[in-house]
């Protein structure tokens, strides 16, 4: 395949400070085209992979779904190979606002002859975004979620309560059960749905979630932070007309040298989605007050 042409997507947070950074490309040869964007997978927008735009995720996932549509209405065009790569190149920096918009790129040459749009997508993705101030963590479909030390200690706590409910084989995915689910499927607004790290329904929606700010440096405890509060406003928003929501942050705080960035900064981004309760696990008292909740809550009627 001979040479192809690219734009880069650049994300606008402050538009005062006017300081943009690259969340994506758009890839055009003489007969196709392609993109490729932080927290894609499997070619759907999970907004929990990218932190970073978690403050716009919403307006990024309408600016994403409309991207696909117009390289989906490119492909389909029957434009002569001789102009198909300029054609669709205008028509992606056409697609642009002031927050989310569309540069011009240049031209690209494919070290392989046999390249795809998706290849050079991915490479010119990872050499054009990777080096932003954008972190992407995108995951194989199959790749295992790495879990911290709270995780681990809080699932051990509720297994030893008899809290944690067991998948039974050939049970519906549906089954009703006041046992906490660990990483069940809860909808949001997302094509795919979250897995928060704990959920527990009866009668109301208890969803909750692992924060270890004492696993993250203090360039990352926000970002976590943010992360969280997303997944729990979007679930909230999606399922408050079925079920009263909870949302319970359960937190490990950093070491005495970080410890009062943790709290000040990661507490003020859980606590952005109103309502958010957080939980200290390493205070004694908070702890067994939240696990004896869950269990009354585990052998109410329902």
């Not at 890839?27 to 929990?48: I, K, P, Q, Y």
Request: proline fraction near 4%; glycine fraction near 6%; include cysteine.
């Amino acid at each position: 395949m001979g040479n192809m042409r690219y734009a880069v997507a650049k994300y606008t947070p402050d538009l005062f400070r006017r300081e943009p950074r690259n969340i994506g490309v758009f890839v055009a040869s003489e007969t196709r085209a392609a993109m490729r964007f932080a927290g894609e997978r499997n070619g759907d927008l999970d907004l929990r992979l990218t932190p970073d735009l978690q403050e716009h995720g919403a307006i990024y996932a309408e600016w994403h779904a409309h991207w696909q549509r117009t390289v989906q209405r490119v492909n389909s065009a029957r434009f002569f190979p001789s102009v198909f790569a300029d054609r669709a190149i205008a028509a992606f920096l056409a697609d642009g606002g002031d927050m989310f918009s569309v540069h011009t790129g240049g031209t690209y040459v494919p070290e392989e002859d046999e390249a795809t749009c998706e290849d050079v997508a991915r490479i010119l993705y990872g050499r054009l975004v990777g080096a932003s101030g954008v972190e992407d963590v995108d995951q194989a479909p199959d790749a295992p979620v790495v879990r911290t030390n709270l995780f681990r200690a809080v699932k051990s706590t509720f297994q030893q309560r008899g809290l944690i409910h067991q998948v039974r084989r050939g049970a519906p995915a549906d089954e009703f059960t006041p046992l906490i689910k660990v990483n069940a499927p809860v909808s949001g607004s997302l094509p795919e749905p979250h897995r928060p790290s704990f959920s527990q329904l009866n009668g109301k929606l208890t969803v909750m979630e692992d924060v270890d700010f004492s696993a993250y440096g203090e360039d990352k405890v926000r970002e976590h932070a943010l992360a969280t509060a997303f997944m729990f406003g979007d679930i909230r928003q999606a399922n408050s007309a079925a079920y009263d929501v909870d949302l319970v942050a359960i937190v490990h705080y950093t070491t005495a040298a970080t410890n009062e960035y943790a709290q000040k900064i990661g507490g003020a981004a859980l606590r952005s989605v109103e309502g958010t309760r957080i939980v200290n696990w390493e205070d004694t008292f908070d702890r067994e007050r939240f696990l004896n909740e869950r269990m009354a809550a585990a052998t109410l009627l329902h």
